[in-house]
Antibody
């Protein structure tokens, strides 16, 4: 059974940093691209970032480019999101998501498994 | 403002058929496949339709998807109370930097 378990969320002041983690199990982690997708309270889904299976390439939404960094450790079956210079508009539930493809920018890919999310609140 | 446009709400009575539209452009739906996700209240999204019209194993055949030009549609037949959820379309956008884009979501109410 595929499981994606996020952690690391919490309340943080604007301008500070936070690192999210996602522990994956039930599939061969290093065979697939992974993503972070977020959902602000009461709002829709927003893709944040993606990473290819071997970390060879990363992609970011314009809204987080230069502030967030996605990474993975295939030896630990883990995905990470380092979030710096946080803003109130980054407040959201952050989902760890598995892609069906090896590449995070494969137009024929899709998101076949989602974690339950970890909540990040940016407020003073 | 979402890149893909969906109606904010839709509704139908049990047993009816409803459709949800998703409008995009030549840089996303016009050249790439569309996927649909269902988000039941208080839960994480779940893959409902991939590659425009393909159902993953375990998804009811009451759900179907289609695509034409720069638009896509999700149809739900034999509407049931448990179908009440938010539905999102998504596609890869080949614009300036390349990115995954979602529709704003459609809240389906079963009357």
């Amino acid at each position: 059974e595929v499981q994606l378990v996020e952690s690391g969320g919490g309340l943080v002041q604007p301008g500070r940093s936070l690192r999210l983690s996602c522990a994956a199990s039930g599939f061969k982690f290093d065979d697939y691209a992974m993503h972070w997708v977020r959902q602000a309270p009461g709002k829709g889904l927003e893709w944040v970032s993606g990473i290819t299976r071997n970390s060879g390439s990363t992609d970011y939404a314009d809204s987080v480019k230069g502030r967030f960094t996605i990474s993975r450790d295939n030896g630990k079956n883990s995905l990470y999101l380092q979030m710096n210079s946080l803003r109130p508009e980054d407040t959201a539930l952050y989902y760890c998501v598995k892609d069906i493809s090896i590449s995070s920018h494969d137009s024929s890919g899709y998101f076949d498994y989602w974690g339950q999310g970890t909540l990040v609140t940016v407020s003073s | 403002q979402s890149v893909l446009t969906q109606p904010p709400s839709a509704s139908g009575s049990p047993g009816q058929r409803v459709t949800i539209s998703c409008s995009g452009s030549s840089s996303n739906i016009g050249k790439n496949t569309v996927n649909w996700y269902q988000q039941l209240p208080g839960t994480a999204p779940k893959l409902l339709i991939h590659d425009n019209s393909q159902r993953p194993s375990g998804v009811s055949d009451r759900f179907s998807g289609s695509k034409s030009g720069t638009s896509a549609s999700l149809a739900i037949s034999g509407l049931q109370s448990e179908d009440e959820a938010d539905y999102y379309c998504a596609a890869w956008d080949d614009g300036l930097n390349g990115r995954w884009v979602f529709g704003g979501g459609t809240k389906l109410t079963v009357l």
